[in-house]
Every structure is written in C-alpha cells, then in structure tokens.
C-alpha cells in the first residue's frame, strides 16, 4: 500500500492508503490447443477459452496483489490447461455439463519469470495437477468455475514466492 496526502478544509493532513497493484501479466500460448479449457462444451472455441482466460488472469492478479511487492514483476505463460471433470456425450445433457471423477484431475502448464527491476528472482517451468482434487477441503465455493483450479495456482503461487524468499535470505 501506499500513501497519498491531501489537504483537507481547515488545514488538516489526510493520509489515505492506495492500494499498490503488482505488476503481473499473463500470456496464453497457442489456446487453441489447449487439452480442455472452456466451462461449456467439450469443444471450446475463442469465446469460450476466453472466458477462463479472463477468470485465469484475475485470480492470479489478485495472488499477487496480496503478496508481490510494488517493485517485482511476474510474467506467467499459460500453455495448457485441462479443467477438473470431463463432458460425457452419452449422458442426458452431456454435452454441456462437467463430470467429474477422480480419473479427470485438473492440470495446467505454465512458464513463469519472477522478476525485481533486472534482477531474475526465480523462473522456471510446471505442470500443476491435482490428483486428488475431490478428497480434500476447498476454501473456494461451489458456484466457483475455477474451484479446483484455483487450489492449485494458490499453492504454486506460494512455492514461487517462499522460494525466492528463502533464496533471497541465504
């Protein structure tokens, strides 16, 4: 957070906190290829993909905001994603209607780069899956698209930081 000042009527100091947005930009490599990335419909087109593109780069915007400092940078490329559950055609409504089972874990493949000014603070590349994505606790709700995809991108979001914390104090 930072301060701004402002003067108000009488002469007296207002200080009010800002909120500092990290500085975080998400890039989706080839989309259009990816495993299984749309809420509806076993086969995604743009609109579609772009809808968990947005939902995506939100949550880990706000990752960031709580944690990043104002001076480090964070560039994630997204390059595959494979939502929790499968559609099943054979079932009434298949089409459009997730399944899921503990066979169709959540995975995603990404690139990232942690950065402050030049300085390369950790950078690597994972592939996050789930495989127990049904047995656990979920802090997030049932009405969340991003239920089981969220846990995963908030513990790899915590490995990069507590790793280029525990790098930064050797």
Sequence with gaps: MHPSFSLLPGGLLAIAMTAAHADVTVNFIDAEHYTDAA???????DKDRAVVQRDITQHLKRLADRSLPPDETLTVDIRDIDLAGW???WHARGHD???????????????YVLKRGDQVLASGEER???MNYLMGPNIYPSSDRLRYEKPMLDGWFERVVRRREGAGSQ
């Design 39 to 45: 809420y509806s419909y076993a086969y995604a087109n």
């Design 87 to 89: 559609f099943e055609p």
């Design 97 to 111: 209607v997730r399944i899921l089972r503990d066979i169709t874990w959540p995975r995603i493949k990404l690139a």
């Design 128 to 130: 996050l899956a789930d």
